[in-house]
Structure formats: C-alpha cells, structure tokens
C-alpha cells in the first residue's frame, strides 16, 4: 500500500465510480518516460481521463511522443538565466524553443518557490520575460507554480530564510503584465486557494491568466474549509479553471491505488455533495477547521459547470 493512503478507507471508499458528465483533460500531471506513464494511462481511463498535460524535459519528451502522443501533450521545463547569464542566453533559448515548438511542443513550466531555498534567480529576470514574450508568439502557453501551501509559513518555512509567501507571487505579476499576450496558468489555484478573494482580484485585472485545480491535498483541503465560498467562486469563474491532478507518476511505488485515490478524492470533490473522510494522509487538515482529520467535502457542481472544467477549457488552450 502506498504510504500516503489510509487502508481502512480506502478500501470503504475506492470503488468504481459512474463515467463522468464528459471525457476529462487532466491538465497538469508529472510523468517518468517509463513503465510507470502506462500504468496511469490504464488508470486514467478508468476514471474518465483521455488526453494529459505530462511535464517531462523536452529530450525525454519526443521518446513520450513517439509512444504516446495520441494520449499526452507535452511540458516542458523553462530553463532559468543564472546570474552570470550573458544576451546571448536569450537567443539559445529561443532557438531551442522554436525548434521544440516545431516538433510538438505545447506549454512551457515555471516554479517561484522556495523548497530548494529562496531563489537567487527570480522568473521575473528581464533575459526570461523576452524569451516568454516569444513563446507567446509560437503559441506556446506557460504553467507557473507560485509557493506552497500557506500553513507550511512558518511551521515549515521559516521567513527569515526563505521570506514571505507574498515574495513568490510578485514576479509572476510582472510576467503578466510584460507578456500581455502570453496565456499563463496558475498551477494548484495560483498557489493561493487559501484566499479566494485574492485569486477573484487577480483574475479580474489580468485576462491572460487561469487556473489549474491541480495537487489533490492542497485543492482538496483548502476548498473544504468552507465550501459555499468555494463553490461560489468556481462558478463565477467556470470559465477560467482546469482540472488537473498533479500526480507524479515516478512517485507510485509502484502502487496503482496511488493514482486512483487522486482522482477518485477529486472527481468526489467537484461532483459530490457527501462528506466522506479522505484516503490520503494530510497532516495539514488539523485544528479547528478539520477536527475529525482530512476529509474530502463534496462541492456538487453543476453538470455544465463541469463540462467546463474537465474538458471544455482545456481545449481552449489545445485546439489551434
């Protein structure tokens, strides 16, 4: 069993679920290039998954094409100027980029947060916001992972090492507002599903920005601290969401439950409106918002509301 399931309720609340409202993208998700990317499409499957956004380096990817191309759509990791970058960086990454582009190259991804330390290199270096702006022009369209969750300040981060949440979400504002034509989703609601109001503002000043459901714990826990809000603000802005499920295929152990609990919790959480504790050990659903332990709070979408969110604006970014 994998280490991050509860077996008593897994094997109570992991059963076969009834085909989705549509066919699902799952945006946002990590493959390996090995055996372990067939064994989540097998799963996948099950749950109604056919097409995958999978984040690979771009020398792994073609091998992932070539072998699953009709299932995946390939990510690729932003390479970072360091602080000795010379001008003619730019023009390196731009070529490889307009050459990935050319073989089927999608999207590209960025992180700003500090699990290996507060950066030395933000992503809002002027070398990287013209290579953006670029990429706009080749229709590529950028993932950014802002922070981690915010209970981990300062109980797991410490602000005076790696400063304050706040830090992280500045230059992703200054990419939106330099590459205008850039569209750019925020990964696992921006980084911030702690704030829903916070996340309303920015979407309303910013039109080429979304934002992905992905990193099942964290969406889960924090859209359960109060589900009317939640529900409330996924309706206002159906238009600008996308599921995902953040799985990372080459941290299964080997455990296939690994992959069903993820979407299992998810599809759960926007299609029903039952309390049902979670399979998924979260040592962040504690205290007073969670007294009973990490449970998955059902939102009980509307069926058009989902169509939106597992297919529909997913191919708006896939369908040129």
Known sequence: MHKSLIKEIRDKYLVPMVPPVCDIIDFHMHVSGGKEDEKYIRIAKEFGVVQAGAMLHWTDSKSLLARHGDFFFPIDWVKMPSLSSKKSWVNEEIKRLEEAAADGLVALKLRSTCKEGRPKVWIDHPYLIEV????????????????????????????????????????????????????????????YPEDLDFLDEMLGRYKNYDLDLSATKWIVRELGRDTLSSKNFITKHQDRLLFGSDLVAFLSDGEEDYYRSRLW????????????????????????????????????????????IYRGNALKYLVK
């Open 132 to 191: 953006l702006n670029e990429a706009a022009r080749m229709g590529l369209f950028l993932y950014v992972h802002i922070a981690e969750p915010s209970v981990w300040w300062p109980s797991k981060l410490d602000p005076t090492v790696v400063g304050e949440k706040l830090d992280y979400h500045k230059p992703l504002e200054t990419i939106l507002q330099n590459c205008q034509d850039l569209r750019v989703v925020g990964s696992h609601l921006g980084g």
């Open 265 to 308: 919790v998810l599809r759960h959480l926007f299609e029903s409106d039952e309390v049902v504790p979670s399979m998924i050990v979260d040592p962040d659903s504690t205290g007073l918002d969670y007294p009973r332990g990490a449970e998955v709070r059902g939102l009980g979408l509307d069926e058009e509301i989902l169509k939106k």
